[in-house]
């Protein structure tokens, strides 16, 4: 548990720094920090789902989708994860994804 904990707010600290008015730039960093923690708790998929969401801010959509479904695999699953997916999607011109029909998208 306070593993998780530690996790969480080196994640929260990373993800919601003052320094984002950077914008692109601060993204490499961002992308690394979550890999970094990824790394050190491969199991938290909650992880992959913010790692997700900074690659699609930096417009990196396959690599996003990849770990959004990482987490929709392994059966994590959020309003986010579906709000995420569904942007992810659009911008990779795929199907409207909802929580019934992401699993028949392909990797």
């Known amino acids: 548990m306070q593993r998780y904990l530690r996790h969480s707010l080196v994640l929260m600290t990373v993800l919601l720094s003052p320094s984002l008015s950077l914008a692109h730039g601060d993204l490499h960093a961002r992308i690394r920090s979550a890999s ?13 789902q913010q790692r997700g969401s900074l690659y699609l801010q930096h417009r990196q959509f396959r690599r996003a989708w990849r770990d959004f479904r990482k987490c929709e695999r392994k059966g994590f699953v959020s309003d986010r994860l579906w709000f995420t997916m569904a942007q992810t999607a659009y911008w990779m011109r795929i199907k409207p994804c909802n929580q019934n029909n992401c699993r028949t998208f392909i990797d």
């Open 36 to 48: 970094k923690l990824i790394s050190e708790s491969p199991q938290d998929l909650e992880l992959y």
